[in-house]
């Protein structure tokens, strides 16, 4: 198969849209997450994206310590959230399932009285298709198999429910969002670009 790049073209122009710092998981997009919120500041995010039908930027945090980071002190690519459905729970912290949507450059960060504010711009992929990506990709779908039945947590099912669009990336994305190494590890693989070279770190 002769090699053929492209891009995922998706809009250029800057959104304000509000902040959700991330302490201890990397969020992928096409993926369900689960998110317990116990920040004030981060539950009142919630609250009003809910109200305003607005989605949400999740970025996870370089220090989990930190209780309201800076723009500096987050990862500087996390990805647009729906929120699905919100839960309060007893203590007061609330549990927040969030549908992930493209990838998206964090740019700057300001505090109004309600909550925080990014300024992002949504994030291309770069996709080459070629023997290399669908040879590397088989692989990939082998070793995610493998831990999979190894690990009950893990739903094989979810390498059938991709949209026939653009599979190879949703199945990339899958694995890293499954695959059980560091916050830091996650990262770098959904802060590449290029899905051949995201493929080649997984294999």
């Excluded at 500087?76 to 729906?82: D, L, P």
């Excluded at 399932?97 to 740019?107: E, F, N």
Aim: proline share 6%; aromatic share 4%; glycine share 2%.
């Amino acid at each position: 198969m002769p090699e053929r790049s492209r891009r995922k073209e998706v809009p250029i122009s800057n959104l304000q849209i509000p902040l959700l710092p991330i302490r201890d998981a990397v969020i992928f997009p096409g993926h369900v997450h689960s998110l317990l919120v116990t920040r004030e500041h981060s539950r009142r995010t919630i609250r009003q994206a809910q109200q305003d039908g607005s989605q949400v930027l999740c970025v996870t945090q370089r220090d989990r310590a930190i209780e309201e980071p800076r723009n500096n002190e987050l990862y500087s690519i996390g990805v647009s959230c729906e929120i699905m459905h919100v839960t309060p729970l007893p203590d007061g912290s609330v549990r927040a399932v969030l549908r992930a949507g493209p990838r998206m450059l964090l740019q700057s960060v300001r505090k109004t009285s309600k909550m925080w504010i990014a300024e992002a711009q949504p994030i291309s992929s770069t996709i080459s298709e070629s023997d290399e990506l669908v040879a590397t990709t088989r692989f990939c779908i082998a070793r995610f198999t493998e831990l999979a039945e190894a690990d009950s947590s893990i739903p094989i099912e979810s390498l059938t429910s991709f949209s026939a669009d653009d599979p190879t990336e949703q199945i990339i994305d899958a694995i890293s969002y499954f695959l059980s190494t560091s916050i830091s590890a996650k990262q770098a693989l959904l802060e590449l670009h290029d899905v051949t070279i995201r493929a080649t770190e997984l294999a």
